[in-house]
Protein backbone atom coordinates (compact mmCIF):
# COMPACT_ATOMS: atom_id res chain seq x y z
CA UNK A 1 0.00 0.00 0.00
CA UNK A 2 1.75 3.65 -0.35
CA UNK A 3 1.00 6.45 1.73
CA UNK A 4 -0.42 9.41 0.36
CA UNK A 5 -1.98 12.69 2.00
CA UNK A 6 -5.82 13.45 1.78
CA UNK A 7 -7.89 16.68 3.64
CA UNK A 8 -7.53 16.78 7.00
CA UNK A 9 -9.81 20.29 7.57
CA UNK A 10 -13.50 18.77 8.52
CA UNK A 11 -15.63 21.32 6.14
CA UNK A 12 -13.53 19.97 3.36
CA UNK A 13 -14.17 16.12 4.30
CA UNK A 14 -16.91 14.08 2.37
CA UNK A 15 -17.89 11.20 5.42
CA UNK A 16 -19.69 7.74 5.42
CA UNK A 17 -20.58 5.82 8.22
CA UNK A 18 -20.90 2.02 7.06
CA UNK A 19 -23.21 -0.04 10.05
CA UNK A 20 -24.23 -3.25 9.64
CA UNK A 21 -27.93 -3.57 11.05
CA UNK A 22 -30.04 -6.57 12.03
CA UNK A 23 -32.59 -6.89 14.66
CA UNK A 24 -32.30 -3.44 16.66
CA UNK A 25 -36.21 -3.11 17.30
CA UNK A 26 -36.95 0.42 18.67
CA UNK A 27 -32.95 1.10 19.20
CA UNK A 28 -32.23 1.55 15.50
CA UNK A 29 -33.34 4.85 15.12
CA UNK A 30 -32.36 5.85 18.16
CA UNK A 31 -28.69 4.77 17.33
CA UNK A 32 -28.58 6.26 13.88
CA UNK A 33 -29.88 9.96 15.53
CA UNK A 34 -26.89 9.22 18.41
CA UNK A 35 -24.07 8.34 15.50
CA UNK A 36 -25.22 11.28 13.18
CA UNK A 37 -25.23 13.98 16.00
CA UNK A 38 -21.56 13.43 16.38
CA UNK A 39 -21.10 13.70 12.82
CA UNK A 40 -21.45 17.17 12.36
CA UNK A 41 -19.00 20.02 10.62
CA UNK A 42 -18.13 18.04 7.44
CA UNK A 43 -19.10 19.21 3.73
CA UNK A 44 -21.54 15.87 4.14
CA UNK A 45 -22.37 13.08 5.85
CA UNK A 46 -24.24 9.86 5.10
CA UNK A 47 -25.20 7.13 7.40
CA UNK A 48 -25.14 3.65 5.48
CA UNK A 49 -27.25 1.19 7.15
CA UNK A 50 -26.83 -2.08 5.97
CA UNK A 51 -29.42 -4.79 6.24
CA UNK A 52 -30.06 -8.33 5.30
CA UNK A 53 -32.27 -11.71 5.70
CA UNK A 54 -30.78 -11.91 9.30
CA UNK A 55 -33.64 -9.24 9.91
CA UNK A 56 -36.55 -10.70 11.17
CA UNK A 57 -37.89 -8.00 12.94
CA UNK A 58 -38.84 -4.19 11.70
CA UNK A 59 -35.54 -2.55 11.94
CA UNK A 60 -35.90 -2.36 8.01
CA UNK A 61 -39.48 -0.70 8.43
CA UNK A 62 -38.54 1.96 11.03
CA UNK A 63 -35.24 2.78 9.20
CA UNK A 64 -37.32 3.54 6.05
CA UNK A 65 -39.28 5.94 8.17
CA UNK A 66 -36.59 7.73 9.47
CA UNK A 67 -34.65 7.71 6.12
CA UNK A 68 -37.99 9.59 4.87
CA UNK A 69 -37.28 12.69 7.18
CA UNK A 70 -33.50 12.08 7.26
CA UNK A 71 -31.51 12.72 4.31
CA UNK A 72 -28.33 11.51 5.64
CA UNK A 73 -29.13 8.49 6.16
CA UNK A 74 -29.62 5.37 3.42
CA UNK A 75 -30.91 2.42 3.63
CA UNK A 76 -29.30 -0.35 2.00
CA UNK A 77 -31.28 -3.98 1.58
CA UNK A 78 -28.75 -6.76 0.72
CA UNK A 79 -30.46 -9.85 0.39
CA UNK A 80 -27.52 -11.37 -1.65
CA UNK A 81 -25.26 -11.34 2.09
CA UNK A 82 -24.09 -14.75 3.59
CA UNK A 83 -22.51 -13.60 6.53
CA UNK A 84 -21.60 -10.55 8.64
CA UNK A 85 -18.54 -10.15 6.68
CA UNK A 86 -20.72 -9.28 3.33
CA UNK A 87 -22.60 -6.93 5.40
CA UNK A 88 -19.54 -4.89 6.29
CA UNK A 89 -17.97 -4.76 2.72
CA UNK A 90 -21.56 -3.97 1.38
CA UNK A 91 -21.37 -1.16 3.72
CA UNK A 92 -17.75 -0.16 2.56
CA UNK A 93 -18.54 -0.45 -1.45
CA UNK A 94 -21.63 1.54 -0.72
CA UNK A 95 -19.76 4.76 1.28
CA UNK A 96 -16.61 4.39 -1.35
CA UNK A 97 -18.93 5.01 -3.78
CA UNK A 98 -20.70 7.67 -2.57
CA UNK A 99 -16.90 9.55 -2.90
CA UNK A 100 -16.30 9.62 0.55
CA UNK A 101 -13.07 10.93 2.10
CA UNK A 102 -13.31 9.08 5.21
CA UNK A 103 -15.48 6.13 5.98
CA UNK A 104 -16.13 5.05 10.27
CA UNK A 105 -17.00 1.72 10.58
CA UNK A 106 -19.36 1.35 13.66
CA UNK A 107 -21.39 -1.66 15.30
CA UNK A 108 -25.20 -1.04 15.82
CA UNK A 109 -26.89 -1.58 19.12
CA UNK A 110 -24.76 0.41 20.93
CA UNK A 111 -22.04 -1.98 21.80
CA UNK A 112 -20.29 1.16 20.54
CA UNK A 113 -20.74 4.26 22.11
CA UNK A 114 -21.32 7.35 19.65
CA UNK A 115 -19.72 9.75 22.35
CA UNK A 116 -16.78 7.55 21.78
CA UNK A 117 -16.17 8.95 17.67
CA UNK A 118 -15.09 12.86 17.54
CA UNK A 119 -11.43 11.23 19.34
CA UNK A 120 -11.73 9.29 15.74
CA UNK A 121 -11.94 12.65 13.83
CA UNK A 122 -9.49 14.46 16.16
CA UNK A 123 -7.43 11.95 16.05
CA UNK A 124 -7.42 11.02 11.61
CA UNK A 125 -7.20 14.85 11.51
CA UNK A 126 -3.40 14.65 12.49
CA UNK A 127 -2.90 12.83 8.77
CA UNK A 128 -2.95 8.91 9.79
CA UNK A 129 -4.68 6.66 6.99
CA UNK A 130 -6.69 4.92 9.71
CA UNK A 131 -7.62 4.81 12.97
CA UNK A 132 -8.23 2.02 15.35
CA UNK A 133 -10.81 1.76 18.13
CA UNK A 134 -9.10 0.26 21.30
CA UNK A 135 -10.50 -1.66 24.32
CA UNK A 136 -7.04 -2.16 25.91
CA UNK A 137 -5.24 0.76 25.85
CA UNK A 138 -5.25 3.08 28.87
CA UNK A 139 -8.78 4.86 28.98
CA UNK A 140 -10.45 1.88 26.78
CA UNK A 141 -12.75 -0.60 28.10
CA UNK A 142 -15.04 -3.51 27.85
CA UNK A 143 -17.93 -4.07 29.82
CA UNK A 144 -20.96 -5.79 30.19
CA UNK A 145 -19.86 -9.19 28.55
CA UNK A 146 -18.94 -12.62 29.13
CA UNK A 147 -15.05 -13.71 31.00
CA UNK A 148 -14.83 -15.96 27.25
CA UNK A 149 -15.04 -12.90 25.33
CA UNK A 150 -12.62 -11.30 26.98
CA UNK A 151 -10.34 -14.04 27.02
CA UNK A 152 -10.76 -14.40 23.51
CA UNK A 153 -10.74 -10.57 22.64
CA UNK A 154 -6.98 -10.46 24.48
CA UNK A 155 -5.82 -13.42 23.83
CA UNK A 156 -6.69 -12.57 19.87
CA UNK A 157 -5.01 -9.67 20.02
CA UNK A 158 -1.50 -11.08 22.19
CA UNK A 159 -1.68 -14.07 19.85
CA UNK A 160 -2.09 -12.08 16.42
CA UNK A 161 0.98 -9.64 17.20
CA UNK A 162 3.28 -12.31 18.06
CA UNK A 163 2.66 -14.16 14.81
CA UNK A 164 1.57 -11.16 12.84
CA UNK A 165 4.36 -8.89 13.31
CA UNK A 166 1.63 -5.78 14.38
CA UNK A 167 1.88 -3.64 17.51
CA UNK A 168 -2.15 -2.70 18.11
CA UNK A 169 -3.09 -2.98 21.42
CA UNK A 170 -6.80 -4.26 20.31
CA UNK A 171 -6.76 -6.40 17.02
CA UNK A 172 -10.44 -7.75 17.08
CA UNK A 173 -12.20 -4.47 17.72
CA UNK A 174 -14.50 -3.77 14.66
CA UNK A 175 -15.05 0.23 15.54
CA UNK A 176 -12.67 2.32 13.07
CA UNK A 177 -11.71 5.16 11.06
CA UNK A 178 -10.31 5.15 7.35
CA UNK A 179 -9.17 7.11 4.51
CA UNK A 180 -11.23 6.29 1.50
CA UNK A 181 -7.54 5.34 -0.48
CA UNK A 182 -6.92 3.07 2.36
CA UNK A 183 -10.32 1.22 2.57
CA UNK A 184 -10.01 1.07 -1.47
CA UNK A 185 -6.66 -0.73 -0.68
CA UNK A 186 -7.87 -3.35 1.35
CA UNK A 187 -10.59 -4.58 -0.76
CA UNK A 188 -8.59 -4.79 -4.00
CA UNK A 189 -6.35 -7.34 -1.39
CA UNK A 190 -9.42 -9.12 -0.89
CA UNK A 191 -10.84 -9.85 2.82
CA UNK A 192 -10.94 -13.89 2.65
CA UNK A 193 -11.90 -14.60 6.41
CA UNK A 194 -15.84 -15.38 6.69
CA UNK A 195 -16.07 -14.45 10.17
CA UNK A 196 -15.15 -11.67 13.04
CA UNK A 197 -11.61 -12.81 12.21
CA UNK A 198 -11.80 -9.86 8.99
CA UNK A 199 -11.26 -7.46 11.43
CA UNK A 200 -7.71 -8.75 12.60
CA UNK A 201 -7.10 -9.22 8.61
CA UNK A 202 -7.81 -5.39 7.96
CA UNK A 203 -5.72 -4.64 10.64
CA UNK A 204 -2.92 -6.32 9.55
CA UNK A 205 -3.12 -5.12 5.55
CA UNK A 206 -3.09 -1.99 6.94
CA UNK A 207 0.30 -2.61 9.35
CA UNK A 208 2.76 -0.52 7.37
CA UNK A 209 0.70 2.67 6.98
CA UNK A 210 0.03 5.24 9.27
CA UNK A 211 -1.92 3.94 11.60
CA UNK A 212 -2.69 4.34 15.72
CA UNK A 213 -5.36 3.73 18.16
CA UNK A 214 -8.03 5.71 20.55
CA UNK A 215 -9.70 4.34 23.84
CA UNK A 216 -13.31 3.14 23.65
CA UNK A 217 -15.57 1.86 25.92
CA UNK A 218 -17.00 -1.45 24.40
CA UNK A 219 -20.68 -2.57 26.36
CA UNK A 220 -22.51 -5.40 25.77
CA UNK A 221 -21.16 -7.69 23.19
CA UNK A 222 -23.11 -10.46 21.50
CA UNK A 223 -22.89 -13.94 23.31
CA UNK A 224 -22.61 -15.44 20.47
CA UNK A 225 -19.08 -16.50 19.12
CA UNK A 226 -19.44 -20.31 17.71
CA UNK A 227 -16.55 -22.88 16.80
CA UNK A 228 -17.26 -22.16 13.36
CA UNK A 229 -16.00 -18.66 13.84
CA UNK A 230 -13.03 -19.72 15.76
CA UNK A 231 -11.90 -22.48 13.09
CA UNK A 232 -11.98 -19.57 10.44
CA UNK A 233 -9.58 -17.31 13.08
CA UNK A 234 -7.05 -19.71 13.17
CA UNK A 235 -7.39 -20.70 9.57
CA UNK A 236 -6.64 -17.11 8.52
CA UNK A 237 -4.27 -16.38 11.13
CA UNK A 238 -2.20 -19.12 9.76
CA UNK A 239 -3.05 -18.16 6.34
CA UNK A 240 -1.82 -14.40 7.67
CA UNK A 241 1.52 -15.83 9.08
CA UNK A 242 2.28 -17.58 6.09
CA UNK A 243 2.08 -14.66 3.94
CA UNK A 244 4.52 -12.71 6.46
CA UNK A 245 7.33 -15.02 6.20
CA UNK A 246 6.77 -14.74 2.45
CA UNK A 247 7.48 -11.20 2.85
CA UNK A 248 4.24 -10.53 1.19
CA UNK A 249 2.50 -8.89 3.79
Known amino acids: MTKETYPTR ?4 TLAVACPMANEGDNASKFVTAVLEQCTGFRSATFFAVLDRATTDNT ?8 ASEPRLKVVWAPENRCVVDAYVRGYRDSLKSGADWVLEIDAGFSHQPTDIPRFFETMAQGYDCVFGSRFMPGGRMTDGSFKRYVVSRGGTILSNLMLGTRLSDMTSGFELFSSRTLEQVLQRGIQSRAHFFQTEIKTYCRNLRITEVPIHYQAPSPRLGSSALKDSFRQLWRLFRLRLKGQL
Open 10 to 13: RDQI
Open 60 to 67: RQILDTLA
